[in-house]
Each structure stands twice: as structure tokens, then as C-alpha cells.
């Protein structure tokens, strides 16, 4: 498994802002554009609804929501992103609560707690049966209707150098040998969200030289019978 708690510290220690380093700014606006399209287009639930972001690091999704009256929390499970974000929040005098743990287990959140779960480029961090694990999670907490928000790479590589390191058969890619990323074809993501409980209503494409990343909003059903027996969001 990938030592994210390492890369956090140093991060940390480099005095970088974030997870990106040197592409963290770039990396800001794009997410920045990306939340108020959501808002706008009504994919997020309005202010003061209750938001969690999945993989938040130091908090860079939960910042930017915080300050328009949203009701952030964060899981990461790097103690030192958790600290990190804690200061962030402290520093810039804005309300939020962070929790260090494992995004595939989360007894410490009630059913039903959340009205919308970000995805901060978590999932695909995710291997195997944990992906299964999480989305089941994630399903728990949300409220019925609530809404999901999937940021994810997906596959294939386009870089040879990526290519190199990818196990087609699985969708893995790979560092010395350890998968530490998962990239699977839009097709097969949004059928694996659909299998999980999910209705994959919208979502879009962005292409850049080493991957596509797409952003999903899904939803559960609005009533309990129907989160149960998989009828349709309508």
C-alpha cells in the first residue's frame, strides 16, 4: 500500500500547500470551477447541507465549501493530512470537523448523517474489495436522495511511461510490482456505482496526457424502499 502518511509529511516539511506540490494552485481553480458548475447546475445539495469529502488531505475541497455556509467534514487516513487540515481550518478561522480513518470502514459516522459525500480523488486510491467496501460505506452515510460525487481517473493510460506500469487485466497500476491506483473504463465505473446502490445521472470527461479524470454525480433513491430493493432514483 501506498505510504500516504509519509508523502504528507513530506509535503509538509517541503513547505508545499497541498497534495499537487508545485501543481497545487492549478490544481485549486480547476477544483474550485468544478464546485460552483455543481452548485450552479443544483448536483449539490444548497448550503448549509452536510458535506463529508472522502481522501480530504489537508482539506482542500472541505476549504472551499466551508466558507459558503456548508457543513464540511473530512476522513483521511494520513494523520499528518488530518492535522494538517485542522491548522488550515484553525488558521483561517472556519468550521470543520476531520477524522483520521479508513475510507472502507466508518463506524464513527451515523446512517444516513450526510447529504452529499465528495470523493476527492479517493476511490481510485482504492484497491480490490476495499473500493467495495467503501462504496457500501458511503451508501450508509448518505441520506436517501443524498448525492455522491465521484472524482476519479479512468483508463487506460495514454503516456507510455504510465503504460508501462499498468495491469490491463485488473486496472491497476503499478510501483515496483504494488498496485497503488486503480483506473478502470467510464463504462465499468459507473457499472460498478450502479452495482453499489448508485444512479449514475450525469457526468464528464476531462482528458489530459496521462489519463482521462471524470466526475459522476450520483444519487440514491429518495426512499428507503427503494435504496433497498435498487428501483431507480427518480
Known amino acids: 500500500m501506498f505510504d500516504y502518511e509519509a508523502r504528507y509529511r513530506e509535503l509538509k516539511a ?39 469529502e472522502l481522501g480530504c488531505g489537508n482539506g482542500a475541497s472541505s476549504a472551499l465549501l466551508a466558507p459558503k455556509g456548508f457543513e464540511v467534514h473530512g476522513i483521511d487516513i494520513a494523520p499528518t493530512a488530518i492535522a494538517w487540515a485542522e491548522e488550515r481550518f484553525a488558521a483561517a478561522g472556519l468550521p470543520g470537523a476531520f ?36 462504496l457500501a460505506e458511503v451508501r450508509r452515510i448518505l441520506r436517501p436522495a ?13 503516456s507510455a511511461e504510465v503504460l508501462a506500469g499498468f495491469d490491463a487485466t485488473v486496472g491497476h497500476l503499478l510501483k515496483n510490482g504494488t498496485p497503488y491506483r486503480t483506473l478502470k473504463p467510464l463504462e465499468a465505473l459507473i457499472a460498478e456505482l450502479v452495482a453499489a446502490g448508485f444512479n449514475a445521472c450525469t457526468h464528464d470527461v476531462a482528458a489530459n496526457p496521462w489519463w482521462d479524470h471524470a466526475t459522476l454525480i450520483c444519487r440514491l433513491p429518495k426512499s428507503i424502499d427503494n435504496l433497498d430493493n435498487g428501483a431507480p432514483y427518480s
Open 14 to 52: 517541503q513547505g508545499d500547500r497541498g497534495w499537487a506540490g508545485e501543481q497545487y494552485e492549478r490544481g485549486q481553480i480547476r477544483l474550485k470551477a468544478t464546485l460552483d458548475r455543481l452548485l450552479a447546475a443544483g448536483d449539490l445539495p444548497p448550503p448549509p447541507a452536510r458535506v463529508l
Open 99 to 134: 477524522r483520521q480513518g479508513d475510507v472502507s470502514a466508518m463506524p464513527f459516522h451515523a446512517d444516513g448523517a450526510f447529504d452529499a459525500v465528495l470523493d476527492s480523488a479517493c476511490l481510485h486510491c482504492l484497491i480490490g474489495p476495499a473500493r467495495r467496501r467503501c
Open 146 to 158: 443524498g448525492v455522491f460525487v465521484v472524482s476519479s481517473m479512468v483508463g487506460p493510460p495514454r
